[in-house]
C-alpha cells in the first residue's frame, strides 16, 4: 500500500456490551437483571462483568443441528454404522488398529498418554472426543474443516492406521456385511476408492456427533445464576466459586475459552514447547491451514453436500500469517479433570500443572508477534488450588 | 476551451455519485474521513465472538473527490496486538454500495474497525473502536 492513510478514529461503540444490552439479552432468555448487575453467593460476589462472562458458558447441552456438508448427519444408520467403523481395525493398513485403539471410550475418547501412538509414536496428544462436533478446525493444527476430513485424515497417515483410501475402498468393497451396510446408509453401491472413503469418514462423523458430554455442577451453577436463584448456586462449592472468579475475572480465560464448550475454536501460541523432537519443529497451526489449503476433502470441495457451502466461510476466507507458527487449537474444557496429560505435545501431567503454567508463564517463549494476551497470572497456591476445583467442576473427574 | 471541457467531463461522474451516493444505512454507524463519508452495518445482525458476519458499507465521495477505487475491510485487538484469523473479501455494488464477507471477531474484548479507501494514489482510513462483550 502506498500513500498516506488519513486517520480518523471514532469513539461511538456499536456493538458495545453496555449493561442495557446485556439486559435485553438476558430478559430475551427469560433471566432477571439482577444477573446482568453482579451476582453474590454466600462464598462469593461475581461482578457485572465477571457475571455475564460465566452466563456465556451455558445453557448446555446446545442444541444440535445436523451438518449440512454431510448428508448423513444425524441418521440411525450412519451412527450405527460409524460406531461399528470406529471400532474396526480392518480399516487400517495391518488390520490391528482402529479408531478406538486411540480414541479409548471408557477414558472420555483419549489414551492418557503425553503422545499418541498409532504405528509410531506421534507428536501430538490424542484429544478426547466428547463434544468433537463442536468444533470450528480439528486436530491439534485445524487442517481439517468438518469431523468428517478430519476422520478420513488418521486413516490414511503412515503414521497413525497406515492405510489408503484404496485399501478402504477395497475393504468396503469386499465385505459384504459393510458393503450391505454402506448401501443401507448412502443409498448407492460402493464404488470408487475416493468417495467410499469419504463416505466413511461421514459415517465416521456421524457418530462422533452424537458424543455429548452431559450436565456439570458447573452447569447447575450456571442456571442457578440465569435464574437468580442464590439457594441452588450456593450448593456449588466455594472452591469452585473461588476458581470460576478467577478464570472469568482477572485469569482472563474465557477471551479463548469462550462459551458454552470453553473454547472459541481458533488457535494460540501459549509458550509450550513446540520441539517435536531434537531440532525438530511442529509448526502447528501454520503448517495445518497450508494442509487445509491443499486437502480436496474440504467444505469448499466436491465432497461436501451442501451446494450453498453455507459452512464453508471459515474455509474461504482464512488467512496464513506468520504468527499462525506454533498455534495450536483452544480445546473445549469439558470434561477436562479426565482427559490428562494436557497441551498439544501431552507436556503437561496435571490439571495442577496446566494452572502452574500460566501462572509463572515464561512471556520469553511466546512468538515476538504472538498474543499479547498472556501474562503470568502470579496465584498464590490457594488460588491456584482453587482455579482446579473450578476446572475440576466441568466434568470429567475420574 | 477545449481543455475545460475535458475536466468539465471528467468530474460529472465525480459530482454525479457524490450527489447520488448516501453513507446512511438504517442501525448503521457513520465515519468521516477527508474525502469520504463511509456507513456501516454489520449484517444479519450484531457481531458475536465466535461467528462470522459481513458489513454493508456505502461510501461516498465529498466533494471534489473521485469514488473509490479500492476498499479494504479489516480489524485488529490494539492491545492483543493482533488481528482477525480470517481476510474479509469486499465486493463492490452500485451506487457506493460494497460488501464485505468473511469477518470475525474470535474473541471478546476491545477490536478496532479499520476501512481503507483508496484513490487518486493516497489512502483514507476511518476506523472505529468498540468492546465486544
Known amino acids: 500500500m502506498s500513500g498516506r492513510p488519513e486517520l480518523r478514529t471514532q469513539q461511538a461503540a456499536p456493538f458495545a456490551g453496555s449493561f442495557a444490552g446485556i439486559f435485553a439479552g438476558l430478559v430475551a432468555c427469560g433471566t432477571l437483571f439482577a444477573q446482568a448487575a453482579g451476582f453474590t453467593t454466600s462464598a462469593v460476589e461475581f461482578t457485572a462483568a465477571e457475571t455475564a462472562r460465566i452466563l456465556q458458558h451455558g445453557p448446555w447441552p446446545m442444541a444440535w443441528s445436523p451438518d449440512p456438508s454431510n448428508r448423513v448427519s444425524g441418521k440411525p444408520g450412519a451412527i450405527a454404522f460409524g460406531e461399528a467403523l470406529f471400532l474396526d481395525p480392518r480399516l487400517s493398513g495391518n488390520g490391528k488398529v482402529s479408531c478406538a485403539t486411540c480414541h479409548l471410550p471408557e477414558r472420555l475418547f483419549a489414551d492418557g498418554k503425553a503422545r499418541g501412538e498409532g504405528f509410531v509414536q506421534l507428536d501430538r496428544n490424542t484429544p478426547g472426543l466428547l463434544n468433537v462436533r463442536l468444533n470450528r478446525w480439528f486436530a491439534w493444527d485445524g487442517a481439517a474443516d468438518s469431523l468428517w476430513s478430519q476422520s478420513i485424515r488418521p486413516i490414511v497417515d503412515k503414521r497413525e492406521m497406515a492405510a489408503s483410501t484404496t485399501h478402504v475402498g477395497t475393504l468396503v468393497r469386499g465385505e459384504a456385511a459393510l458393503s450391505a451396510r454402506y448401501r443401507e446408509v448412502f443409498g448407492e453401491a460402493p464404488a470408487e476408492d475416493d468417495r467410499v472413503t469419504v463416505n466413511v469418514g461421514k459415517a465416521l462423523a456421524a457418530y462422533q456427533e452424537t458424543l455429548v458430554s452431559g450436565r456439570t455442577a458447573f452447569d447447575e451453577f450456571r442456571d442457578a445464576v440465569a435464574r437468580g436463584d442464590r439457594a441452588a448456586a450456593d450448593r456449588y462449592p466455594a472452591a469452585a466459586q473461588r476458581g470460576l472468579k478467577i478464570f472469568a475475572g482477572k485469569g482472563n480465560c474465557g477471551f479463548c475459552h469462550f462459551g458454552p464448550n470453553f473454547s472459541n475454536g481458533e488457535f494460540g501460541d501459549i509458550g509450550i514447547p513446540f520441539f517435536a523432537a531434537p531440532g525438530r519443529v511442529d509448526p502447528g497451526r501454520h503448517e495445518g491451514i497450508r494442509k487445509l489449503q491443499a486437502s480436496r476433502a474440504t467444505l469448499l470441495g466436491a465432497y461436501s453436500d451442501d451446494p450453498a457451502r453455507t459452512t464453508a466461510t471459515g474455509t474461504r476466507h482464512v488467512t496464513l500469517e506468520h504468527r499462525n507458527w506454533g498455534e495450536f487449537r483452544v480445546p473445549g474444557l469439558r470434561n477436562v479433570a479426565g482427559t490428562a496429560p494436557y497441551m498439544h505435545n501431552g507436556h503437561l501431567a496435571t490439571l495442577q500443572d496446566v494452572v502452574r503454567h500460566y501462572s509463572a508463564l515464561n512471556e520469553d517463549r511466546l512468538h515476538a508477534d504472538g498474543e499479547k494476551i498472556l501474562k503470568p497470572l502470579g496465584l498464590s497456591e490457594a488460588e491456584a488450588a482453587d482455579l482446579v476445583a473450578f476446572l475440576e467442576s466441568l466434568g470429567g473427574r475420574p | ?133
Not at chain 2, 3 to 26: I, N, R
Request: hydrophobic letters at 40%; aromatic letters at 8%; proline letters at 8%.
Open chain 2, 1 to 133: 476551451m477545449r481543455a475545460g471541457v475535458l475536466a468539465a467531463a471528467l468530474l460529472l461522474p465525480v459530482v454525479a455519485a457524490a450527489q447520488d451516493c448516501s453513507p446512511v444505512l438504517p442501525g448503521g454507524t457513520q465515519l468521516e474521513s477527508a474525502r469520504y463519508s463511509l456507513g456501516y452495518r454489520a449484517v444479519p445482525g450484531k457481531p458475536a465472538v465466535g461467528k462470522h458476519f459481513s458489513l454493508e458499507l456505502a461510501i461516498c465521495p465529498k466533494p471534489g473527490t473521485a469514488a473509490p477505487e479500492s476498499v479494504r475491510v479489516d480489524a485488529h485487538m490494539p492491545e492483543h496486538r493482533h488481528g482477525m484469523n480470517y481476510k474479509a473479501q469486499v465486493v463492490a455494488a452500485s451506487g457506493g454500495r460494497y460488501k464485505a464477507d468473511g469477518l470475525m471477531f474470535h474473541m471478546p474484548g476491545r477490536w478496532e474497525f479499520i476501512f481503507d479507501v483508496r484513490s487518486s494514489g493516497r489512502t483514507d482510513r476511518l476506523t472505529q473502536s468498540f468492546v465486544l462483550e
